[in-house]
Each structure stands twice: as C-alpha cells, then as structure tokens.
T-cell receptor, first 111, second 112 residues
C-alpha cells in the first residue's frame, strides 16, 4: 500500500517555542492531506487539512505547508503548549479515495 | 451532530477465543466506515472499509473479518484470536470522499 513516512519519530520542544513536524508522502497523485493529533489512549482527532491546489493553510496556532514538488508536508504549531503533547499523524488521500497514515511523530512539550 | 461510538474501551482475551468489536455512528446516513489497527510505535493500518450495507473491502489478509449489518453499524470479528492480533483498534467514518475521517475512541485489545 501507500507509505506516508515521517522524518522524525520524536520531537521535544520548550513550552512557548514553535514546533515543526514534517511528513513525506510518496504518491504524487495524492490530492488531499490531513494532520491528526492523537493523545494517549484516544482516537486521532482532526487538526487541519489542505488540498493539493493550495500550498499553505492556517488555523488557530497551526499552519500546514504543502510542497508538491518534493512531496513534503509540514505542520507548524505556534507557541507550543503542554496540551500539544501528543502523537501527530499526517495522512494523504490517494486516487482510491483512501487515506494512508504515517508512523507518527511524538511531540513532547517541556514546561 | 454526528457521533461515533466504539466499545469496549479495553479488552483482554485469551488466544483462540472469538472477538467482536462494535462501532456505531449517529447523526448521519450512508457513511463510509473503516476499521484501523494501530500497533505500538507504528502508524494506522487500514484493515477494512465499507461504503454500504453488506459491502466490505479488505486491505490486508489477516485473521479478522468485518461486517456491516446496518447502515451505521460496523463490526470487527475473529473466530480465533492470535497473539499478533493485540493492538489498538479504531473505527472511523466519513461522508463521501471529500472529507477526512472522524475516529472513535478506540479499543485496546490484548490477547494473552
């Protein structure tokens, strides 16, 4: 199946700093991308999405950047807070309309 | 509003025993339904998806099966559990192919 890989499995940041989580995808035909946040013992929750006709989308404290040339996706979290500690997954939708998820990046916020 | 219910939250089962996990969705009609498994330290692996009653697609060969007896009910089953079936099982739904998935709270299955 599709592979959606993440560059770093773990990331530690100081509270108040900005976090950047990266993701590489393999299918150049992927047209829709989502970032999910999964807290321990819970199901993933939608954070932000972006479609392939955009290269940037902003939400509340989060920004997703899409670089289709190099098939790279990133999630930026501004002023990281302890509540942001979680595993973050990127997912891409392929031509079969199914989403494939990467391994995830574990973000730890240091108070 | 739409909600998704998944139970039980945790389950410990002996090897060789049967399994039945249930997922139901409220507040929507004809959703696409999905079962994912998440092993420790790994991503989400799609097991089954369904676009309608009685329609099941399997992504990977395994010891599990799925059924959709009603529009908003999705069941994951096994006749005989293996140790390797342990993991965190997540149900998800979507409407059409335009949006992302909404996940349930998951079931932690430990096969002993």
């Amino acid at each position: 199946g599709e592979s959606v890989g993440l560059h770093l499995p773990t990331l530690s940041v100081q509270e108040g700093d900005n976090s950047i989580i990266n993701c590489a995808y393999s299918n150049s035909a992927s047209d829709y991308f989502i970032w999910y946040k999964q807290e321990s013992g819970k199901g993933p929750q939608f954070i932000i999405d972006i479609r392939s006709n955009m290269d940037k989308r902003q939400g509340q404290r989060v920004t997703v950047l899409l670089n289709k040339t190099v098939k790279h996706l990133s999630l930026q979290i501004a002023a990281t807070q302890p509540g942001d500690s979680a595993v973050y997954f990127c997912a891409d939708r392929n031509t079969g309309n199914q989403f494939y998820f990467g391994t995830g990046t574990s973000l730890t916020v240091i108070p | 509003s739409q909600t998704i219910h998944q139970w039980p939250a945790t389950l410990v089962q002996p090897v060789g025993s049967p399994l039945s996990l249930e997922c139901t969705v409220e507040g929507t009609s004809n959703p696409n339904l999905y079962w994912y498994r998440q092993a420790a330290g790994r991503g989400l692996q799609l097991l089954f998806y369904s676009v309608g009653i009685g329609q099941i697609s399997s992504e990977v060969p395994q010891n599990l099966s799925a059924s959709r007896p009603q529009d908003r009910q999705f069941i994951l089953s096994s006749k005989k559990l293996l140790l390797s079936d342990s993991g965190f099982y997540l149900c998800a739904w979507s409407v059409g192919s335009l949006d992302g998935y909404t996940f349930g709270s998951g079931t932690r299955l430990t096969v002993v």
